[in-house]
């Protein structure tokens, strides 16, 4: 079935530090979506992007929505701790919506 | 508080057993969704419901159902347990049936087959 893949799956950082992580798909998505999981807790949502080409901000959050509209970039600018969790990017599929294999952070102080 | 509630927060129960998870909607949705994170793994969608009306199904195991009542609550039926059933199980909502909607997740329900 349809799959978005993430990479990298997970990162080690230091606090401070900026963050780089993407989302490919092998088809076309009119809808961007990024989502955190904080541990033990259900996703939230992050940022949205609705147009090819789009750059998002959200604090220290951008994402942009690839050219293409087959993949998306999410930057985290200096990490603090409470950065960690699994983010997740999504797309829709008519009535329902596909997570990506997400990316698991973690920031060491 | 996400405004989307799910009971039991934690099961543990046995194989073959059956259990049945249940979600309230954030209020004003009429979308319900299934996911299953198993451990180390993305989000993988089992069912959507709209106004009561399946809408969607995604890989949902045929020991596996759903339904959504008039108050919009639903719930997810898991029968005939197998270890590989244990997962987290969030429910989500959302006001309208597209899937570009803005999805509000629960906490879920953590169930562990022994």
């Known amino acids: 079935g349809q799959q978005l893949n993430q990479s990298p799956q997970s990162m080690f950082i230091q606090e401070g530090e900026d963050v780089s992580m993407n989302c490919t798909s092998s088809s076309i998505f009119n809808t961007w979506l990024w989502y955190k999981q904080d541990p033990g807790e259900g996703p939230v949502l992050l940022i949205a992007l609705y147009k090819a080409g789009e750059l998002t901000s959200n604090g220290r959050l951008t994402a942009q929505f690839g050219i293409t509209r087959k993949d998306s970039f999410l930057n985290i600018s200096a990490s603090i701790p409470s950065d960690v969790g699994i983010y997740f990017c999504?797309?829709?599929?008519?009535?329902?919506?596909?997570f990506g294999t997400g990316t698991r952070l973690q920031v060491f102080p | 508080d996400s405004g989307v509630t799910q009971t039991p927060k934690h099961l543990i129960t046995a194989t073959g057993q059956r259990v049945t998870l249940r979600c309230s909607p954030r209020s004003g949705d009429l979308s319900v969704y299934w996911y299953q994170q198993s451990l180390d793994q993305g989000l993988q969608f089992l069912i959507q419901?709209?106004?009561?009306?399946?809408?969607a199904k995604g890989n949902i195991l045929e020991r596996f159902s759903a339904q959504q009542f008039p108050d919009l609550h639903s719930e997810l039926n898991l029968s005939s347990l197998e270890l590989g059933d244990s997962a987290l199980y969030f429910c989500?909502?959302?006001?309208?049936?597209?899937?570009?909607?803005?999805?509000?997740f629960g906490a879920g329900s953590r169930l562990t087959v022994l």
């Open positions: 419901y709209y106004n009561g009306e399946e809408r």
């Open positions: 989500a909502s959302s006001a309208g049936v597209s899937g570009a909607n803005v999805l509000t």
């Open positions: 999504a797309g829709p599929r008519t009535d329902k919506l596909i």
